[in-house]
Nanobody, 123 residues
C-alpha cells in the first residue's frame, strides 16, 4: 500500500516562500504522475501542479511563474517550491499519486493521497 506524507507547511507573510515535500513509501515503481492540489475552506480541491512522464511539468495558471514542482527519484520525494506567496494561496495542500496515464489535472484520477499540510499566508 502506497503512503504519502506531506510536510513543510506553515504560516508565512505575503511575498514569502515555503517548500513542501511529499515522501512516498510502499511503492515498487515510480508512478506516471505526482501532483499537488490544494483545498481552501468551503471550496473544492484545486489543481496546483504535476510532474509526470520523464520529468514533464504542468502548472495551474494561478501559480505559474511562482511555484516549481520537482522530484528526487532516489528519495521517492516530490517537492513544491512556492515563492511570492499570496493570501489566496492559503489552503491545505495535498500530494497525490497517479499510477496510469491521462489527465494530471483531474483529482478523481489520482490513486493515492497524503493527509495534507496547511499553508497560511498572511497579508
Amino acid at each position: 500500500q502506497v503512503q504519502l506524507a506531506e510536510s513543510g507547511g506553515g504560516l508565512v507573510q505575503a511575498g514569502g516562500s515555503l517548500k513542501l515535500s511529499c515522501a512516498a513509501s510502499g511503492r515498487t515503481f515510480w508512478p506516471f504522475a505526482m501532483g499537488w492540489f490544494r483545498q481552501a475552506p468551503g471550496k473544492e480541491r484545486e489543481y496546483v501542479a504535476a510532474i509526470f512522464g520523464s520529468s514533464s511539468t504542468d502548472y495551474a495558471d494561478s501559480v505559474k511563474g511562482r511555484f516549481t514542482i520537482s522530484r528526487d527519484n532516489a528519495k521517492n520525494t516530490v517537492y513544491l517550491q512556492m515563492n511570492s506567496l499570496k493570501p489566496k494561496d492559503t489552503a491545505v495542500y495535498y500530494c497525490g499519486e497517479k499510477r496510469r496515464g491521462g489527465s494530471v489535472t483531474w483529482a478523481p484520477e489520482y490513486d493515492y493521497w497524503g493527509q495534507g499540510t496547511q499553508v497560511t499566508v498572511s497579508s
